[in-house]
């Protein structure tokens, strides 16, 4: 009979590539909340007309394409995220010398790749090479914990086997509803019920003659960067959006010496709702979306913590 697998205990080991696709050891390791991470193998008929000797099945079939990748979600901390936020945003920068200040940017390309191991539970490990970051989200609202989630082109996975060693680093405190400070935008404060950051590094397979696997991905399109929010209603986010406002929106959580903040660049409020449908307090529904001034990039996040290492444990 074969062994039964489950979740408990899943988790994500992540290790920077120096060479896209040349699967590198696991330094960076991180508790799972869900992974789907997989092969996704495009089996299709061959296009001949030929069938059986009697019946009208096709006699074969080949493989147009290999995919490798899918989404992971994890708990966002102070001090254990910097190497994912790295691959999510493309640069990092260090000021300090404890606490230290990793300010992290967009950049022309997201870095090299990352190799991703990925645990499921007590059972088996899958090894993907080549992983770049497509999309990421940064999600928290009233009563939870910040979530990243990130959606994942790989090039291909190694055959799966027995899972790696994790080794956890020191420091583990949670990104927490509670540790919110009030959002600004042009003047304005607000009190948030929920918050979703969604970057696209708009990332594309590159499939090529001579293989069936994806060459590097790289971007198809402009990257984009959005912050939706929820509060109660406030004309002055409205006044905001109907002027066209343009300001940096920024909020920061606060866990005693450490800081977690994200700063959408230039942002204007591309949509603005309030529909009413009880006798509750109205609820109102902004997106933020950030732009480039030549200078700042669209959206900065910055770390504060007691790591000297912008992507360690």
């Known amino acids: 009979m074969a062994e039964i697998y489950h979740g408990r205990g899943a988790v994500i080991g992540l290790?920077?590539?120096?060479?896209?696709?040349?699967?590198?050891?696991?330094?960076?390791?991180?508790?799972?909340?869900?992974?789907?991470?997989?092969?996704?193998?495009?089996?299709?008929p061959r296009p001949s007309l030929r069938v059986g000797a009697a019946g009208a099945m096709r006699r074969a079939h080949y493989v147009q394409a290999d995919n490798a990748g899918g989404s992971f979600e994890i708990e966002a901390t102070y001090e254990n995220v910097g190497l994912l936020i790295k691959h999510i945003m493309g640069t990092v920068a260090t000021?300090?010398?404890?606490?230290?200040?990793?300010?992290?940017?967009?950049?022309?390309?997201?870095?090299?790749?990352?190799?991703?191991?990925?645990?499921?539970?007590?059972?088996?490990?899958?090894?993907?090479?080549?992983?770049?970051?497509?999309?990421?989200?940064?999600?928290?609202?009233?009563?939870?914990?910040?979530?990243?989630?990130?959606?994942?082109?790989?090039?291909?996975?190694?055959?799966?086997?027995?899972?790696?060693?994790?080794?956890?680093?020191?420091?583990?405190?949670?990104?927490?509803?509670?540790?919110?400070t009030t959002l600004s935008f042009n003047g304005a404060t607000y009190d948030l019920v929920d918050m979703t950051l969604t970057i696209n590094n708009a990332l594309a397979t590159r499939q090529h003659l001579g293989s069936a696997v994806t060459k590097k991905p790289l971007r198809s399109?402009?990257?984009?960067?959005?912050?939706?929010?929820?509060?109660?209603?406030?004309?002055?986010?409205?006044?905001?959006?109907?002027?066209?406002?343009?300001?940096?929106?920024?909020?920061?959580?606060?866990?005693?010496?450490?800081?977690?903040?994200?700063?959408?660049?230039?942002?204007?409020?591309?949509s603005a709702t309030d529909p009413v449908s009880d006798a509750n307090v109205i609820s109102q529904s902004l997106s933020f979306v950030g732009q480039s001034d030549g200078t700042d990039e669209g959206c900065k996040i910055i770390v504060v913590n007691n790591n000297s290492s912008s992507t360690g444990n």
């Open 221 to 270: 399109d402009f990257q984009s960067v959005e912050l939706a929010v929820t509060l109660e209603v406030s004309d002055v986010a409205y006044t905001a959006f109907t002027a066209d406002s343009v300001s940096d929106a920024v909020i920061t959580f606060n866990a005693g010496s450490q800081a977690f903040q994200i700063n959408v660049h230039n942002a204007f409020i591309s």
């Open 95 to 180: 000021t300090g010398s404890g606490p230290y200040t990793h300010t992290y940017t967009f950049a022309d390309d997201v870095p090299t790749g990352l190799t991703i191991e990925n645990v499921r539970g007590t059972g088996t490990s899958e090894v993907f090479e080549g992983c770049r970051i497509n999309t990421a989200t940064l999600a928290v609202s009233a009563g939870g914990v910040m979530t990243i989630g990130a959606d994942i082109i790989a090039e291909t996975s190694a055959a799966r086997g027995s899972a790696g060693s994790a080794s956890f680093g020191s420091g583990d405190t949670p990104v927490l509803h509670s540790h919110a």
């Open 15 to 44: 290790g920077e590539e120096s060479t896209w696709g040349a699967a590198v050891s696991r330094t960076n390791w991180r508790p799972l909340i869900s992974t789907d991470l997989t092969r996704t193998i495009e089996k299709v």
